[in-house]
């Protein structure tokens, strides 16, 4: 699959999904977005564009790109910032939650450029991180935010920083695809080859220390979020309980594979995308139930 | 100011078999330097002797006689006749010889264009030159800017971007798959030439430990001790494969050597630890179907050249940009250059100018001082000290444009009147005379109606100057006329 197809889909699914938020907009409380938002989101956008010219072979543009992903992430910092003087805490709903998962996968793409050539991820995170964004604002704040106990800000926090690990774990697992199959079938006239990446064995170990890392969280959160929904008396019946088992199941047979018997690469890769895409249809379960209630 | 030149053969031009006839020793050059600076017409000179060129770069007084005797000076010093060398000399002068050595640095004369080495070469050939005392402000300036045009080149364009030989291909795909190389080890798999060449770059780029092994133990030893590795014994094969990050395999073998059996145990072995095969071997020594294991990445001979095809054609690419670079830097030191020939000209006219302004003064001084003037008769004076000092400088070019004719006419009327800025109204009576050609016949004659306007003060004036006629002014003013003429004649 080229990058370009990749990221189409993306935004299409995004793009419905926004789509169906937007008659909600009516019911969206809470503090309306600062003017910093809005430059955060025209700059994502323009950022996410550069990234497909790159991706089309303009690598010129590349350092472009990089610069306006740097200036919306400060752009964002400064809206979440500026929430947090409203009193808005970036854990209070699933919906503050989402931009925040947006602004950690940009500080953590940025960080992670300082070192490597990733222009390949940020084809794929740039449109994630604004899709997740918009999302994020179409939707109903919700009203069971008024109710959080510290123990639901806690599973949110937790779930929110294991899932953006993930993500990130992810678009590194995308490159490493790419890049496998280019050497794999010797595409020397492509993008990923020309681009001089990342080299494989960095991309699988970075891959892996972001998953130790995130387990863990994610773990807690889960179990924290278990404890939480049993306190409001939720029954076991919720779609997300399955799901979020697939992600926990996904990363846990990673470490436990890599360790056990050294697997690595493309079936890390693959198990790994498998776990955030459940972990993102978790995310799409909250919304869809925000809008339905 | 002197003329640029190149004298010299490429691997354009010449084969090896009479580049090595010509090609000079690093301790030779200095010597032979000197002694070109000491031929006559050749002020500046460096000597550039690699294996794919060997060229004189120079300034002399008149670039093509100069680039002769340079080009005599280097078949003597090799006492090689005329019809050995037979085409394989060039020479360049001028604005091309300033291209050429902007090409030459910025590798785009290169027999691999963007090699990087020329640059170096090229430094260390100035840096002798200048030792020996061989370079000027020409050569040092064209040579700077050389310098700064190969930088803008290779940092402008891809040219140096992507390996450009089989080896170093090896190395890139290496680094692609484990990024730093050290720590990692090679195993070398058949004792061919191509595996010890692969074996070597691999070597510079960091790999900690090059194992070979052979069917015949005795070639491993030879080539492991060559190569600064150890030898390991052929029975050994399946172990080396299991330890090592790379392997570089060519051997003589009609059947594979390395197989699917085999590699599903070494990856297994290896926790599918990435490994990279370059197989350098024909017929192949592995298994198309290897390549398709998890964690085996398979590159054959072809591949390896495909990717060298890819990156010289990026590289042809990006040299078209870098000679357009190199075209406009070259346009641009010309300017200088044409800037530097002018400089004395127009210090001497300043000097000439201002000398006739200073004696002129001098004198008026002199007659002042010896008796007390009325307010009138000073500001008489001074006004007459003007005018002459203006005829005074006026009157040799009056006068050789009064005494030429025809198109030489034409050129210094037109030269004349727009280094002055001059609007010279169109004299009626000259356009009435029969078969008087329009344009420079009518100029001419207005000047003349208007030299005749003042012709008393032109007779003053020639009075004085006849005064002075052995008077160093005079000389320098006839010095001065003789060179106009010159330059006029050129223009």
């Known amino acids: 699959m080229t990058p370009q197809v990749l990221v189409s889909l993306l935004m299409s699914a995004v793009g419905s999904a926004a789509g169906a ?14 003017p910093a938002f809005w430059v955060a989101v025209t700059l994502y956008a323009a950022s996410a564009a550069c990234f497909l010219l790159v991706a089309s072979g303009r690598l010129q543009l590349r350092a472009l790109a990089l610069g306006l992903c740097a200036a919306a992430a400060l752009a964002h910092a400064v809206d979440i910032g500026w929430r947090g003087t409203m009193r808005v805490h970036p854990a209070q709903s699933v919906r503050e939650a989402l931009g925040f998962l947006a602004f950690m996968l940009a500080a953590g793409y940025l960080l992670a450029s300082l070192r490597y050539r990733l222009s390949l991820a940020g084809v794929v995170l740039m449109p994630l991180v604004l899709g997740l964004l918009l999302v994020a604002r179409l939707t109903p704040a919700g009203e069971d935010s008024l109710g959080l106990t510290a123990l639901g800000r806690v599973h949110i926090s937790l779930a929110t920083i294991g899932v953006a690990t993930f993500a990130l774990a992810s678009a590194l697992s995308v490159i490493y695809l790419m890049e496998d199959r280019t050497l794999k079938k010797k595409r020397f006239d492509t993008v990923s080859f020309r681009e001089k990446g990342a080299p494989l064995e960095a991309l699988d170990r970075t891959m892996h220390r972001l998953v130790w890392f995130g387990f863990p969280v994610f773990t807690a959160a889960l179990i924290l979020g278990l404890v939480w929904g049993s306190e409001r008396g939720a029954g076991w019946d919720r779609p997300e309980y399955p799901l979020a088992f697939v992600t926990w199941g996904a990363f846990a ?30 995310l799409l379960v909250y919304l869809a139930r925000r809008v339905g209630s | 100011m002197g003329e640029l030149f190149v004298v010299g053969m490429s691997w354009r031009t010449a084969p090896v078999a009479i580049r090595e006839k010509l090609a000079f020793r690093e301790e030779e050059v200095p010597g032979v330097v000197s002694h070109l600076v000491a031929q006559p017409g050749v002020q500046e000179a460096l000597l550039i002797s690699t294996c794919n060129r060997v060229e004189v770069y120079g300034v002399g007084d008149a670039a093509e006689p100069s680039a002769r005797a ?14 050995e060398l037979g085409n394989a000399l060039y ?25 990087a080495q020329i640059l170096g070469q090229l430094k260390s050939a100035y840096g002798v030159a200048g030792q020996v005392g061989a370079t000027g402000p020409t050569l040092a300036r064209c040579l700077e800017r050389a310098f700064g045009v190969a930088k803008r080149v290779r940092s402008e364009t891809s040219i140096a971007r992507g390996a450009a030989n089989v080896s170093s291909v090896a190395v890139e795909l290496a680094t692609r798959v484990f990024g730093d190389l050290s720590g990692k080890s090679v195993l070398v798999v058949g004792a061919g030439k191509m595996s010890t060449l692969a074996a070597r770059h691999l070597r510079s780029a960091g790999t900690e430990r090059i194992v070979v092994t052979n069917r015949s133990p005795q070639r491993a030893e030879e080539l492991a001790a060559k190569i600064d590795g150890v030898a390991a014994p052929w029975e050994d094969l399946t172990a080396q494969l299991a330890a090592a990050d790379v392997v570089i395999s060519s051997t003589g073998a009609r059947e594979p050597v390395l197989t699917v059996p085999i590699f599903k145990k070494v990856t297994k072995a290896r926790r599918w630890k990435p490994m990279m095969i370059v197989d350098i071997a024909v017929p192949r020594d592995a298994d198309p179907a290897i390549g398709e294991l998890d964690g085996v990445y398979l590159f054959d001979i072809d591949d390896l050249d495909k990717v060298v095809q890819a990156n010289l054609a990026e590289r042809a690419k990006a040299a078209e940009h870098g000679a357009r670079i190199v075209e406009h830097e070259a346009v641009q030191f010309e300017g200088w250059l ?19 302004a200073e004696a002129e003064t001098q004198k008026l001084l002199e007659a002042m001082s010896r008796r007390a003037y009325s307010p009138e008769e000073r500001a008489q004076a001074m006004h007459h000290l003007t005018q002459l000092i203006v005829r005074k400088i006026l009157h040799l070019p009056t006068t050789v444009l009064r005494s030429s004719e025809g198109e030489t006419l034409q050129h210094r009327v037109e030269a004349v009147t ?34 005749s306007l003042d012709d008393e003060l032109e007779a003053e004036v020639a009075a004085d100057l006849a005064a002075e006629e052995r008077s160093p002014l005079a000389r320098v003013a006839s010095g001065g006329a003789a060179r106009n003429e010159r330059r006029f004649r050129e223009a």
């Open chain 1, 21 to 34: 938020f937007a008659v909600e907009q009516a019911r969206v409380l809470s503090v309306s977005p600062s």
């Open chain 2, 338 to 356: 044409r800037g530097q020939e002018v400089v004395p000209t127009i210090r001497a006219l300043r000097d000439q100018c201002s000398h006739v």
């Open chain 2, 70 to 83: 340079t080009r005599a000076f280097l078949m003597a010093q090799r006492s090689l006749p005329p019809s």
């Open chain 1, 253 to 282: 047979s990673l470490l436990v594979t890599r360790t056990a018997y050294g697997w690595r690469g493309r079936r890390s890769a693959w198990l790994t995308l498998l776990g955030f895409a459940a972990a993102l249809l978790v």
């Open chain 2, 418 to 451: 727009a280094m002055f800025g001059l609007t010279v109204p169109l004299a009626a009576p000259a356009a009435d005379l029969p078969g008087a050609a329009p344009g420079a016949q009518g100029a001419a004659d207005s000047a003349r109606a208007l030299a």
């Open chain 2, 91 to 115: 020479q360049h002068h001028g604005p091309q010889a300033v291209r050429h050595v902007f090409r030459v640095a910025s590798a785009l004369d290169s027999l691999v264009v963007g090699e």
